[in-house]
């Protein structure tokens, strides 16, 4: 890891003009003298107007008399994704003199293209919603029959529609964020930014320089090495395919292949995953693995497990065949990997400069996002902390904090609630069971697993698990979990209960509404299973 730093130096990473606004503003205003003890001089040297922040010039500490720096920005940022725009605003707004620079638009990305909004905005978390709404359809047609809904011809479905208007809506989003940085004062230049030095970066040619940089560029997705790997999609190219898919193999068993597993077959894709493990979704909680795997079987998604891809095949007709450890399977005609994303470092200059990565390439920080190269920080799924869009935001805001606000922040990781929009979908906050065991021992399971309210009159195989894991000496809710219809939604809501430290009497407490599937939260009152340390069933789960 990076040098760890118990309290970043804001002498060396905060601007002068930054301290002078705020002692400007506030003159009772104290700055800790440890926080300030590398710093040798503070004067203001000059300023001019930047839409409408201040945009300052900085003077770095002089040493052994050596004439002081001048700096273009007190902040640049590589990288204009959630994390980025979201450093980048905050720090401007903060007074700091900002530029941020992102390759041109498009919907899949490459070494020259890009967008504002990142990964997220434009081919994550947004397009891929609005696909998970599209499929929905089907399944809310097949419910309605039961409703009394009698349609005369099947609904068809128009993949152009709904590939024109995700478009259409891209276009827009990275419109609005660029919007929201010129409103901002921020400097927006388009280019790859390459750093040269610590303290400059290259746009094609171009040098600029600055107190801080910030780099902010995500990831991309990763597809190993094997013959025919060049007929292969991944998931930036299955959000905008020409044409639906009429058979699919998708390979990965993380949550993006699930969700893309659950788009394509609500469109009525033919849909096989394939996983290496024996389970879905390593690292969930194991009753929630199994649940959701039994779910999607049952929509009609066919699952291999414990196969490993050794070749892909094309052929003479134009379909693919997927060679495995476990034999072959013919006759698709698209295979999707979805089996990881990595660091987007390439070309960055990271090397030249001193900034250390770990071996998958993601960059090392401290708890402040800060690197090995004091004036280089770094935020968002290029560190590989816990790679989730509101976290990247959270540390982009906690960055320009630290840096413009005299408040050295360290990003909370505590209770990150986070979603699978699978169909059915997952929502989890806190430890899961597995991990309960380990860190506390005793824990007490409560579990709900029902037919909801609405397939009383659909027919439809749809279940409801939903789950709590409680400190059995503490009544502390340590962990809460739902795969189910609206699960992402409640979830959110009872996050705040989790992070807040609620224990099981306060959920017991609390009425519930009714009828819904969420008040089954606040109304299991019997434990499914008592785990105790000492129980020989305890050892035997967690050596396995």
Known sequence: MATSLSTPKLGSTFSSPTVQSLCKHFPIFLSPPSLLSHSKTLPLLSHRHHHHHRRFTIRAESTNGAEPRHYDFDLFTIGAGSGGVRASRFASSYGASVAICELP???????????????????????????????????????????????????????????????????????????????????????????????????????????????????????????GSEYVIDSDRALDLPSKPKKIAIVGGGYIALEFAGIFNGLKSEVHVFIRQKKVLRGFDEE???????????????????????????????????????????????????????????????????????????????????????????????????????????????????????????????????????????????????????????????TANFKPLKATLSGLPDRVLMKLIVCAKTNKVLGLHMCGEDSAEIVQGFAIAVKAGLTKADFDSTVGIHPTAAEEFVTMRTPTRKIRISSPEVYDRLSS
């Open 288 to 446: 929630i693995r199994d649940f959701v795997a039994e779910q999607m079987s049952l929509k009609g998604i066919e699952f291999h497990t414990e196969e490993s891809p050794q070749a892909v095949v094309k052929s003479a007709d134009g379909t693919l065949t997927l060679k495995t450890n476990k034999g072959t399977a013919e006759g698709f005609s698209h295979i999707m990997f979805a089996t990881g994303r990595k660091p987007n470092i390439k070309n960055l200059g990271l090397e030249a400069v001193g900034v250390k990565m770990s071996k998958n390439g993601a960059i090392e920080v401290d708890e402040y996002s800060r690197t090995s190269v004091p004036s280089i920080w770094a935020v968002g799924d290029v560190t590989d902390r816990l790679n989730l869009t509101p976290v990247a935001l959270m540390e982009g805001g906690a960055l320009a904090k630290t840096l413009f606000l005299n408040e050295p922040t360290k990003p909370d990781y505590r209770a990150v609630p986070s979603a699978v929009f699978s169909q059915p979908p997952i929502g989890q906050v806190g430890l899961s069971e597995e991990q309960a065991i380990k860190e506390y021992g005793d824990v007490d399971i409560f």
């Open 105 to 227: 638009f498009s919907t899949i990305s490459s070494d020259t293209t890009g967008g504002y909004g990142g990964t997220c905005v434009l081919r994550g978390c947004v397009p891929k919603k609005l696909m998970v709404y599209s499929s929905h359809y089907s399944h809310e047609f097949e419910e309605s029959r039961g409703f009394g809904w009698v349609y005369e011809t099947e609904p068809k479905h128009d993949w152009s529609t709904l590939m024109a208007n995700k478009n259409a809506e891209l276009q827009r989003l990275t419109g609005i964020y660029k919007n929201i940085l010129k409103n901002a004062g921020v400097t927006m230049i388009e280019g790859r930014g390459k750093i040269v030095d610590p303290h400059t970066v290259d746009i094609d040619g171009k040098l600029y320089t600055a107190k801080n940089i910030l780099i902010s560029v995500g990831g991309r997705p990763s597809i190993p090495e094997l013959p």
